[in-house]
């Protein structure tokens, strides 16, 4: 059974930095395309970043150059940088994986297992 657990997410200020975490179990995350998604409610739920089985990263044009994701194969955990945050990246944060290894559309429907999400709140 696949269980992915996001951490990291709190309270800070425009221009702050935040690292969100996620720890997965049941799955390889190497192995996998590992994705960042955010919602805000209301909102459909949007890709950030992904990293794809051989390490290769893409990010939301919204994003690039602040956010940085990585992968730590021993411990089986993805990780999200995130610097300068905006006020509009008020949003759930959720990982995510798809079976395969290669990322593709980076759409929520195609994606398999989904963590409880971690909140970040950017105040101005």
């Known amino acids: 059974q696949v269980r992915l657990v996001e951490s990291g997410g709190a309270s800070v200020q425009v221009g702050g930095s935040l690292r969100l975490s996620c720890a997965a179990s049941?799955?390889?995350?190497?192995?996998?395309?590992m994705g960042w998604f955010r919602q805000a409610p209301g909102k459909a739920r949007e890709a950030v970043a992904t990293i794809e089985r051989d390490g290769t990263t893409w990010y939301a044009d919204s994003v690039k150059g602040r956010f940085t994701s990585s992968r730590d194969n021993a411990e089986n955990t993805l990780a999200l940088r995130m610097n300068s945050l905006e006020p509009e990246e008020t949003d759930t944060y959720y990982c995510?994986?798809?079976?395969?290894?290669?990322?593709?559309?980076?759409?929520?429907?195609?994606?398999?297992?989904w963590g409880l999400g971690t909140q970040v709140t950017v105040s101005s």
């Open positions: 049941g799955v390889t995350i190497s192995n996998y395309c």
């Open positions: 995510a994986d798809r079976s395969g290894g290669y990322c593709g559309a980076r759409l929520s429907k195609f994606f398999d297992s």
